[in-house]
C-alpha cells in the first residue's frame, strides 16, 4: 500500500489536493493565447519535427453566421470560438470563466446547439451558425428566457448569466426533441410527458453545466419552468 | 497553446494518410479533451487534422442485429439514440452521467474512448509524470491519490481511465473499428483496445500512430436488465469514483464492467460466474488483484456496495 502521510503533507501537496477534488470547481483563470491580430503576416510553419514544434503563429480564414451576420475573419488558428467573439468581434456578452470546459460562462448556441465556446476552435466552425446572448435578444427586445430571469431574480453578480441563458434557451429545446437526462426515470418515455413536479429535477440535472458562484440557482430553475410553462 | 496548421480531412482513408504525413499531427473530433490539454501545453500537436466532415456521425444496424456507431456520432446523439436506448440502455445511461449537456453535445464517440486520464498530477505540469513525460517519476505515488486507480496499475502509473461510456460499452462487449495509414482496416475487441499502464503508462491503446477510429460496433442486443450507477463527489457534472455498469439477466447471470478503478474499464469474465451468489463474491473476483493506496481502499468497499446496490435494483 502506497502511504500518502496525511500530517506532513506539504502546503503545495494540500493545494494540488484541494484543486484535485475540485477540479471542476475551481478552474484557474489563464491568459489567452496571444492571439495574432488580423492582417498580421504570418507564414505557416516550414515542415517541422514533433520535436521542434514552431513558434510562429498560423493565420487561417474561417466565415461563420454570428447573431444572423455573416463575418468573415482570419484568425490565429489557435483563437478558440470564444476569443473570436469576444476578442475579434466584440461580443463581450459572452463570458470567460475557467476557459477549460468546466463552468459554462462561454455557453453559445451553434446550429441549434448548446457548447462550451471556449473548448472549441474557431476555424473548426467554418459556415456555422452561432447564436450568442446578444443575438437573443436585447434591452427593449428580450428573448422570454432573459426577460423570465429579470423577473426572477435569476442572477447576482450577472457573470454566469448569459452562459445560462443560452444554456436553458438550448436546454429546453432538447427536451422538446426528446433527449433524455440522468434524472429521466423511464429512457423509453418522451421527457415532455415528465410530470411537472420533477420537471424541476430535470431542468436543475441538465443545467449543471452551468456553474453559479453567487448560487442563484432557485431563481434560475424558477425562471426556465415559468419560460417552459408558457411555451407549453 | 503551441502554433499549429490546421487543415479538414474528407474521407477517413485521407484523414490517416494525412497525419502519418505530418509529424506531430493529430485528429481533432469534438476538441473538449484536445484543447483542454493543448492550452496547458499538455499536447503540443504541430499540426490538427479535423474529422467532423468525415461523414462518420451516423448510426447503422449489422446484418447480425447489432448496431455500428460512427466514429463522430456527439455523445448526446448517441445517448437519445432510440435503439440505444430500448436495447442498450446502460450505455445510454453511462453517457448521460459524463460530462454536461454542452460537451455531450460536442463530445464524440471516438474521443470520449481516448480521452486522457484526470490524474491531476498528469495535468500539472511542474510533477513528474511518466504518462506526461516517460521516465519523470510519478507524482501520484505517494502523492495524494483517492482517485486513482485499485487494481492493475503500477509502479510507474496509477491513472484511471475516466470514460464513462467506456465502462458501457466494456459490458456490451463492443469492438472498435480502425483505418490506419496504409488504407488496412481492422476491429479491436474493446477488452484490448485500452491498455495497462506497465512500465509504458504513455501508451494507453491498442491504436498504432495514426490509427482512425471510425465506428464501435455493439453486437446484438442481450436482452436482461441494464443499470449505470455513478459514485461522486457531486450528484452531477464530476468524474467518477466508481461506477458499475451491468447487464443482469433473469436467472440472476450476467456481466458486470467498473469504472473509477483501473488504466481501463475493468472486467473480470470469470468473476461473473458468481453473478447469482451476490456483490461480495463478485467483487473478491474481480478486485482480487486489487492494490490499494492509503488513500483509495475506500473504493474497494464501495465496489462492492455499489454492485450490491446495483444487482438489488435489477432485481426490481
Ligand atoms: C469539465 C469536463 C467534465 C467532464 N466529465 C466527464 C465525465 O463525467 N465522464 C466522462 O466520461 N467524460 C467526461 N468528460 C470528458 C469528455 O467526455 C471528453 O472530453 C470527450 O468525450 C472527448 O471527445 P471529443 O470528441 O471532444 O475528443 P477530442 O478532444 O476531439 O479528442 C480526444 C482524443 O481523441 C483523438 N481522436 C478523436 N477522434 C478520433 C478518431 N476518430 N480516431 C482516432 N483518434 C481520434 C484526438 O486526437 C485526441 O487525442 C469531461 C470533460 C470536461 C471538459
Ligand atoms: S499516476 Fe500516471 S498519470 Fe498520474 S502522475 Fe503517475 S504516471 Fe502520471
Ligand atoms: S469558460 Fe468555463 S466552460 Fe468555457
Ligand atoms: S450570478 Fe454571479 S455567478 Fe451566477
Known amino acids: 500500500m502506497h502511504h500518502s502521510g496525511d500530517l506532513d503533507m506539504t502546503r503545495r501537496g494540500l493545494l494540488l489536493g484541494t484543486a484535485a477534488t475540485a477540479a471542476l470547481t475551481a478552474a484557474p483563470f489563464r491568459a489567452p493565447a496571444r492571439a495574432a491580430t488580423v492582417g498580421e503576416t504570418a507564414m505557416p510553419p516550414p515542415a517541422t519535427g514533433a520535436d521542434a514544434p514552431s513558434l510562429s503563429p498560423v493565420l487561417s480564414k474561417v466565415t461563420f453566421t454570428v447573431n444572423g451576420q455573416r463575418r468573415d475573419l482570419e484568425l490565429d488558428t489557435r483563437t478558440t470560438l470564444l476569443d473570436a467573439l469576444r476578442e475579434h468581434l466584440h461580443l463581450t456578452g459572452t463570458k470567460k470563466g475557467c476557459d477549460h470546459g468546466q463552468c459554462g460562462a462561454c455557453t453559445v448556441i451553434v446550429d441549434g446547439q448548446r457548447i462550451n465556446s471556449c473548448l472549441s476552435l474557431a476555424v473548426m466552425h467554418e459556415g456555422g451558425d452561432v447564436t450568442t446572448i446578444e443575438g437573443l435578444g436585447l434591452p427593449g427586445k428580450l428573448h422570454p428566457m432573459q426577460a423570465a430571469f429579470v423577473e426572477h431574480d435569476g442572477y447576482q453578480c450577472g457573470y454566469c448569466t448569459p452562459g445560462q441563458i443560452c444554456s436553458a434557451v438550448a436546454m429546453l429545446d432538447e427536451i422538446k426533441a426528446g433527449v433524455p437526462s440522468h434524472v429521466t426515470v423511464d429512457l423509453n418515455a418522451a421527457p415532455q410527458a415528465t410530470p411537472p413536479q420533477t420537471m424541476a429535477d430535470e431542468y436543475r440535472e441538465r443545467m449543471s453545466g452551468n456553474i453559479c458562484r453567487c448560487g442563484a440557482y432557485s431563481n434560475i430553475v424558477d425562471a426556465i419552468s415559468d419560460v417552459a410553462r408558457r411555451e407549453a | ?316
Open chain 2, 1 to 316: 497553446m503551441r502554433p499549429f496548421t490546421y487543415e479538414r480531412a474528407d474521407s477517413p482513408a485521407a484523414a490517416a494518410a494525412a497525419v502519418q504525413r505530418r509529424p506531430g499531427a493529430k485528429f481533432i473530433a469534438g476538441g473538449t479533451n484536445l484543447l483542454d490539454l493543448m492550452k496547458l501545453e499538455i499536447e503540443t500537436p504541430a499540426h490538427l487534422i479535423d474529422v467532423n466532415g468525415l461523414k462518420l456521425d451516423t448510426l447503422e444496424a449489422t446484418p447480425d442485429g447489432g448496431l455500428r456507431i460512427g466514429a463522430l456520432v456527439r455523445n448526446t446523439a448517441l445517448a437519445a439514440d432510440p435503439r440505444v436506448r430500448r436495447d442498450y440502455s446502460v450505455l445510454s445511461r453511462a453517457l448521460l452521467a459524463g460530462a454536461s449537456g454542452q460537451l455531450r453535445n460536442k463530445a464524440t464517440t471516438a474521443g470520449n474512448l481516448l480521452q486522457r486520464t484526470r490524474c491531476p498530477y498528469f495535468y500539472d505540469t511542474n510533477q513528474p509524470c511518466n504518462k506526461r513525460q516517460p521516465g519523470s517519476g510519478c507524482a501520484a505515488i505517494g502523492g495524494y491519490s483517492r482517485q486513482l486507480a485499485v487494481v492493475g496499475s503500477s509502479d510507474a502509473c496509477i491513472a484511471t481511465h475516466p470514460s464513462d461510456m467506456a465502462v458501457a460499452m466494456r459490458a456490451l462487449d463492443a469492438t472498435v473499428e480502425t483505418v490506419r495509414a496504409d488504407g488496412t482496416t481492422r476491429t479491436i475487441p474493446i477488452a484490448e483496445f485500452h491498455r495497462l499502464p506497465g512500465d509504458t503508462p504513455h501508451i494507453e491503446t491498442a491504436l498504432v500512430p495514426g490509427e482512425l477510429i471510425t465506428a464501435v460496433t455493439l453486437p446484438k442486443p442481450v436482452g436482461g436488465t441494464h443499470v449505470y450507477r455513478k459514485v461522486r463527489d457531486r450528484a452531477s457534472y464530476a468524474f467518477a469514483l466508481v461506477s458499475v455498469a451491468a447487464v443482469v439477466q433473469r436467472d440472476g447471470s450476467g456481466r458486470v464492467a467498473v469504472g473509477g478503478v483501473a488504466h481501463r474499464p475493468w472486467r473480470v469474465e470469470a468473476a461473473e460466474a458468481e453473478m447469482p451468489r451476490g456483490a461480495k463474491a463478485v467483487t473478491a473476483g474481480l478486485l482480487a488483484d486489487a492494490k490499494p493506496t492509503h488513500d483509495n481502499a475506500f473504493k474497494l468497499t464501495l465496489v462492492e456496495r455499489t454492485l450490491a446496490s446495483v444487482l438489488a435494483e435489477a432485481k426490481g
